[in-house]
């Protein structure tokens, strides 16, 4: 259920009755809402696949899928069981396949981790208070990372091995904040992965070192506090691939074991990753014949084959606009999810051989084309130089734009995130009902190399507010939004953006945020530890004179707009105080706001019906703003 809160100020009325939008559209909230059913995390074995699903009708739900080599489909996970590990609060990859097809998962309730042959069995006590992610078996063990919870509040990480066959875990490797990537050496010598401490974020720096099984001795090969080492990968005992922003931009490079610098493998102004916002993610995988399926690009990342010898990199015509980092490989054939801005994001199993690619499932039946808008990658000016962006036009077969239209300006949130062009029914129900969407990825986004993304140091707040602004400027000045009629929306770090823009901006006609952050030291206090410290980078240490220039709650007087704030009730990661804080000091000032809290939500709503709620009140705001 959802709470409205309280609605004050001014004419504007959350339940007044309006009119439809003067376009109608086949998109409605419950198909977007259903469109939710998400997959990820794919895995290949022997002409078989696996991947999770997320299940919004059921209460978000995440369950495995498995495929047959003869193509039969079963869902091997029922209710209550979810996939899905709470390490960092964020998560990943929740399972792992054994080489005779076992699953091995993280169950959200106890997050303890599961043997799934047949019968469900637990591989980890009970009460442990412990939470399990980046998994791989090696020896009859499931190797992972796990992060533990002690009584008194302190939390701590390692490297462990839990044998298949029951006992208690064995630690590998600990005195780190933080680990990723744990892959074993193919002589089972040596343990290669990835550490950070605080307060570095992953794509900060990171440390690249080497654990010597036999008697537990470590030491770093690469990386450190300004350089970002991510996804290290064996290609033989002596040598590793490993993706490196020592360039300015996320490449792939080879290094061997025995001294000397890493060698670029494919030098470009282009990324090969993501930031590690997830664990267990692969950017690129190896095949069989020793060549490497990459992704690589500027926002969307496209597939390409690259030959580690010849240092030649081909892109493959798959269909599909963008891939995400989660490839697996089984001989010749690769595993990914794909999606274009009109297909929704699918299992695609792609033959390396003969090019063809085909979906194996995950991805909703997509509305009608012609409702679907066609993004536009557009750079437009900003105060610190070029901003990137994607416009999606009002699109409606039935309907012309006649002069400028209203416009909603969309913030990603991370801040270190990225837009991207994947199908967004959330975009389409809009962009079909004649508002158009400028997705914005300002200074600090991730997709643009190291130097655009370290525009936000100590800048959060000031940079991205600017780049959205000037964004909601450029719209008007191009002749395609109304200036009255341009709205702000984001989640996150994109719902502090949207805050401090209509804190510190009057461009806004409206601004909507979903569990936004609205000051730092209670956030600092409260939230997870993963971000526990991100501040630091993002805005300074904690000083009450610093954040009180720089946190939407200080700056709420500037605010003059009406404002739409939807929070989950559950969330760790933004506690619910963030935005009823913000909604009372808007109700203080007589500024016309609502706040929608949900119970049983966490940070991203999953639930089919808060997701059809909260956009239909969403939609409800704009149009008492834009009609």
């Not at 690469?222 to 931009?249: C, F, M």
């Not at 081909?314 to 595993?335: F, I, K, M, Q």
């Not at 719902?495 to 209509?502: L, N, P, Q, S, Y």
Request: hydrophobic residues 40%.
């Amino acid at each position: 259920m959802w709470i409205n809160r309280h609605t004050s100020g001014g004419d504007f009325r959350q339940d007044s009755v309006m009119p439809a939008a003067s376009w109608l559209s086949p998109i409605s909230t419950t198909q977007v809402a259903r469109a939710g059913v998400r997959a990820g995390w794919p895995s290949a074995l022997d002409g078989q696949a696996w991947w999770t699903e997320d299940r919004p009708e059921e209460g978000g739900r995440t369950t495995i899928v498995h495929r047959a080599a003869d193509g039969t489909r079963r869902e091997l996970l029922p209710a209550p069981w979810c996939a899905r590990t709470r390490v960092h609060e964020y998560g990943g990859r929740p399972y792992t396949v054994t080489a005779d097809g076992q699953v091995i998962f993280a169950n959200l309730a106890d997050q303890r981790l599961y043997l799934l042959d047949g019968t469900i069995t637990p591989l980890t006590p009970e009460g442990e208070n412990a939470r399990y992610a980046d998994l791989l078996v090696h020896d009859g063990h499931v190797w992972c990372v796990r992060e533990r919870h002690t009584g008194d509040g302190k939390i701590s990480r390692a490297i462990v091995s839990i044998p298949l066959s029951g006992g208690p875990a064995r630690e590998h490797v600990t005195g780190h904040d933080f680990y990723a990537f744990p892959t074993i050496s193919p002589d089972g010598r040596h343990l290669a992965y990835i550490c950070w401490d605080h307060p570095r974020m992953p794509w900060n720096g990171t440390e690249l070192r080497l654990t010597r099984l036999s008697d537990g001795l470590s030491w770093p090969i690469q990386g450190g506090p300004s350089e970002s080492v991510l996804a290290p990968r064996w290609k033989d005992h002596e040598t590793l691939y490993l993706i490196s922003d020592l360039s300015g931009w996320w490449n792939l490079y080879e290094l061997g074991l025995q001294g000397g610098p890493p060698e670029p493998l494919c030098p470009m102004e282009e990324e090969f990753a993501w930031p590690l916002w997830y664990l267990g993610g692969l950017p690129y995988t190896i095949l069989g014949d020793g060549r490497l399926a990459v992704l690589h690009g500027r926002g969307d990342l496209r597939l390409g084959l690259l030959d580690p010898r010849t240092r030649v990199l081909t892109d493959l015509d798959t269909g599909y606009d963008g891939w995400e980092p989660a490839l697996a490989a089984d001989g010749t054939s690769l595993l990914g999810v794909a999606y274009g801005a009109a297909t929704d994001r699918s299992v695609v199993r792609l033959d390396t051989g003969t090019g063809r690619a085909a979906a194996l499932g995950g991805g909703a039946t997509p509305p009608d084309p012609a409702y679907l808008p066609s993004p536009r990658a557009v750079e437009l000016p900003g105060e610190d130089g070029p901003v990137h962006a994607f416009l999606y036009p009002p699109t409606n077969p039935a309907e012309v734009v006649e002069g400028p239209a209203p416009y909603v300006v969309f913030v990603h949130g991370g801040p270190t995130g990225q837009a991207g062009t994947a199908l967004d029914l959330e975009k389409a129900f809009l962009t079909s009902r004649g508002i158009g969407v400028l997705d914005v990825n300002y200074g600090g986004s991730t997709g643009y190399g190291r130097a655009y993304r370290e525009r936000l140091k100590g800048q959060w707040g000031l940079v991205d507010v600017a780049d959205t602004v000037a964004a909601a400027r450029w719209l008007a000045a191009e002749g395609l939004a109304d200036p009255d009629r341009i709205a702000i929306r984001g989640g996150s770090a994109g719902g502090w953006t949207v805050m401090a823009a209509c804190c510190r901006s009057d461009v806004f006609a409206g601004g909507v945020s979903y569990y936004g952050v609205s000051a730092l030291a209670p956030l600092n206090a409260h939230t997870h530890d993963f971000e526990s410290r991100y501040a630091e980078w993002l805005v300074g240490p904690d000083d009450p004179h610093l954040y009180a220039q720089r946190e939407p709650l200080a700056l709420v007087g500037g605010v003059s707009c009406p404002m739409l704030l939807l929070q989950g009730l559950d969330d760790p990661v933004v506690p619910p105080e963030q935005s009823a804080a913000f909604a009372d000091a808007l109700s203080e000032r007589g500024i016309p706001c609502t706040y929608l809290a949900f119970e049983g939500e966490s940070h991203g709503f999953r639930r089919a019906e808060t997701r059809s709620a909260a956009l239909a009140a969403e939609y409800a705001f704009y149009q008492q703003l834009f009609i």
